[in-house]
RNA sequence: GCCGGUUUAGCUCAGCUGGUAGAGCAACCGCCUUGUAAGCGGUAGGUCGGGGGUUCGAAUCCCUCAACCGGCACCA
């Protein structure tokens, strides 16, 4: 006899081996009829899975939050059944649930198509219909492999082989159609529902190896719900809205051009956002970093004695004299990284320990030649902005410098509203330089400051360890914030170097006068500066904070008896340090506010005869229509202290708490609460 | 780089089975002096991504290159 325990604290008595079906019939023929799926001390399980040992059960129902892997999983049998039926001939591999949904990949010669999904989905809803239960059935690896070669599922047969020796091969049927599967499953095709739609088709490679042949993958989101797909739907929608990209092109931010591939046209409103962000970050660092710039190109013998030229030649831009008769033919490498440029200035004049920590910033601009494939938008490209540095230091002093960079990067996105962040470790990769010695000590101090910021966080902070991703040259930290929207982004990045000096040779003269060799440290914290400022125009969705707002305020008149007040307007604006146009154009008032609200700008200050005779402005917040009157002097002087940066409200004015609506303090730095699109 | 798709006016898009291009918005010119998300009328604007081919004839069919989009792989 087995007991189980059930959610409510009972505790009964069954014969072991005893199915979880048989116990839920047991119980309730409505209980029964509702579940789709067990979870045996906390564990996803097949509802007719026999029941061995002393257990906490627990019944799953369809509107279970944890039923919705199972859905998704069951959805992506039946899409494989669906195209098997449609198109003979495909083989299927793997169809695993992902956020949001899942997907299966298939091989088949002619690749599908969007065009295909009706009728894809069409026969899904009909097996979908037929409610036909899934059973599980243990097969022999002989037979498994047998029947799967003799159906031409040769990609299966490979799957069959990974499984490790020990583990059940597991057989999951559908009525007459089965596929290789780890399980679990819910009782029957029709617990799926209605709530799922075919998304996109893609090339994905087997394995995700891209040396092994291309499937093509069918993408899915599956729901509970029609409400939660409708809901999921809108949210697509609302992310599309927010795309960089295109509010780069609506708000005149930046271009890119096929001459260009991967290269930033910046325009004035974009090169002043841009820039806004540069200034930011050079206060942040004014004290405890000195800001240096090393060339652009540099002779390519420099990227040998890096490492970078071994490394990641395929992915480097190198640059010649164009003159065919020059007498200078060398080659020069446009730098993908400031590094070893920081190196030379390190290593220009001798260095005490006294020295140390030096650290070197530079706002460098590096180019990479990504592949084709890789570029997207401010996200991705060849030629960007690194807020970079390298701290030069001795052992001892490691871990304070982690934990103090560690501080600035936590600050600093504290001050964009970012305040759900992942830090995540990344240990020695496969390739690297360096002995296994160094990477052990490495390791071990990176993951003593690693707990260190998880302690000083107060739990706040989550961590994990990212086995095998580290940098060539040394272990890593990365920094993943959260947007408005809850998409991560990896930005920041501290990484450990204890190859770089030695390569260089560079050195410090120490207490006893010995050479010794210092511990070099990488740290981003925007990371690309360029794509930094995409996920920043994706999290307020276009509509910034005032400091970073490229143009913060517009003047609109009314009618043109307003015009000269409506200079005068401006002029003091900009002379309170705002960014300010005019719009003194022949046109209706509605027209402006609509017109220069569709460009995001934040404040409209509307001027009419009233306004121009009393010496007013009527405000006009963007996303709002509440229009508030209010003397000049009194709102430049309310948009003057907003619109200072937030790393500028403590230091220069602590009685400014600028916005006086939706700001809350964490870690005692300002932040700004997400935007609303 | 790989798989699939897309590329027509500044922007968003139409153009069926091949018969030398069209709309809305924007721009420009007038009229309207206007009170918080589109006043009215007119004008101009395109080597249909580049190159090659098939054809009497190509935006339309084929080849090729490029850029972009969605994934995959990559990301020092």
Redesign the pocket.
């Given at each position: 006899m087995i007991t189980l325990t059930f959610p409510d604290g009972a505790k009964r008595q069954y014969p072991a081996g005893t199915t979880g079906r048989a116990v839920v019939e047991g119980i309730a023929k409505s209980l029964a009829k509702r579940t789709v799926a067990m979870a045996l001390d906390g564990k996803l399980t097949d509802l007719d899975e026999a029941i061995a040992h002393d257990a906490q059960i627990e019944f799953i129902s369809r509107d279970d939050p944890r039923a919705l892997e199972l859905i998704r999983h069951d959805c992506a049998h039946v899409l494989a059944e669906a195209v098997q039926t449609l198109f003979p001939g495909t083989q299927v591999t793997i169809g695993p649930v992902i956020e949001n949904g899942f997907y299966y990949d298939f091989a088949r010669n002619e690749?599908f198509?969007p065009e295909d999904f009706p009728a894809i989905e069409a026969k899904m809803r009909e097996i979908i219909a037929r409610d036909k239960p899934f059973t599980k059935e243990v097969w022999s690896r002989e037979k498994a492999r047998q029947v799967f070669r003799e159906k031409g599922e040769h990609f299966k047969v490979e799957l069959v082989d990974a499984i490790p020796e020990g583990e059940d091969v597991k057989i999951y049927f559908q009525g007459d159609w089965f596929d290789l599967c780890r399980g679990p499953h819910m009782t029957s095709t029709g617990k799926i529902g209605n709530a799922f739609k075919l998304m996109?088709?893609?090339?994905?490679?087997w394995r995700?190896?891209?040396r092994n042949p291309?499937l093509?993958?069918i993408y899915g989101t599956a729901w509970a719900s029609e409400a939660d797909l409708d809901r999921y739907l809108k949210q697509l929608e609302e992310a599309e809205k927010r795309d960089h990209?295109r509010l780069g092109?609506e708000m005149d931010l930046f271009h890119?051009q096929?001459e260009g591939?991967?290269v930033v046209f910046w325009h004035p409103k974009g090169w002043t956002l841009f820039q806004e962000l540069v200034s930011y970050m050079r206060r942040r660092i004014r004290g405890d970093y000195q800001e240096v710039n090393a060339p652009q190109i540099l002779d390519k013998s420099l990227w040998e004695t890096s490492g970078?030229w071994d490394?990641?030649r395929e992915?480097?831009f190198a640059a010649q004299s164009a003159g065919d008769e020059a007498e200078d033919k060398r080659w020069f490498a446009l730098k993908?990284?400031n590094c070893p440029g920081h190196v030379q200035i390190f290593k220009h004049g001798l260095k005490s320990y006294r020295d140390l920590p030096l650290r070197l910033a530079e706002f460098g601009i590096v180019h990479?030649?990504?592949?084709?494939?890789?570029?997207?938008?401010l996200l991705?490209v060849r030629g960007f902005t690194q807020d970079d540095a390298h701290i030069f230091c001795t052992e001892e002093q490691l871990a304070d410098e982690c934990l103090k960079i560690n501080d600035l990067i936590l600050s600093t996105y504290a001050d964009f509203g970012f305040d759900e962040i992942v830090v995540k470790l990344s240990t020695r990769p496969e390739k690297r330089v360096g002995t296994d010695a160094m990477w052990d000590h490495a390791e071990d101090v990176m993951m003593h400051v690693l707990k260190e910021i998880e302690a000083r966080s107060g739990g706040r902070i989550k961590t994990a360890i990212n086995p095998g991703e580290g940098?060539?040259y040394g272990p890593k930290f990365e920094y993943v914030l959260r947007d408005a929207i809850g998409r991560d982004w990896q930005c920041g990045t501290t990484?450990v170097d204890f190859n770089l000096p030695e390569r260089f040779g560079a050195f410090y003269i120490d207490h006893d006068g010995a050479k010794k060799t210092p511990v070099m440290v990488?740290r981003a914290i925007c990371g690309s500066m360029e794509r930094f400022a995409g996920i920043l125009i994706e999290h307020y969705a276009g509509h910034f904070p005032l400091w970073l707002a490229p143009l913060q305020v517009m003047v609109c008149t009314?009618?043109?008896?307003a015009d000269d007040y409506a200079r005068e307007v401006a002029a003091k604006a900009g002379r309170a340090g705002l960014r300010v146009e005019a719009d003194l154009r022949?046109?209706?008032?509605?027209?402006k506010?609509?017109e220069h609200?569709?460009a995001k700008v934040p404040v409209?200050l509307?001027l009419?005869?009233?306004?121009a005779a009393e010496r007013t402005v009527?405000m006009?917040r963007l996303?709002s229509?509440e229009?508030r009157s209010l003397p000049l002097t009194e709102a430049l002087e309310l948009l003057r202290r907003e619109a200072v940066p937030p790393d500028l409200r403590k230091t220069i004015d602590p009685s400014n708490h600028g916005e006086p609506e939706r700001h809350l303090t964490l870690d005692g730095h300002h932040v700004v609460a997400s935007t609303v699109a």
């Open positions: 690749p198509t996109k088709v893609a090339g994905a490679y995700g190896d891209a291309m093509t993958r990209r092109r890119f096929e591939p991967g970078h490394w990641y992915n480097m993908p990284m990479r030649y990504e592949p084709s494939g890789a570029m997207h938008g991705r940098a060539f990484q990488h009314i009618t043109s008896d022949n046109e209706k008032i509605t027209y506010v609509r609200s569709l409209l509307v009419g005869k009233r306004e009527n006009r996303g229509q229009q």
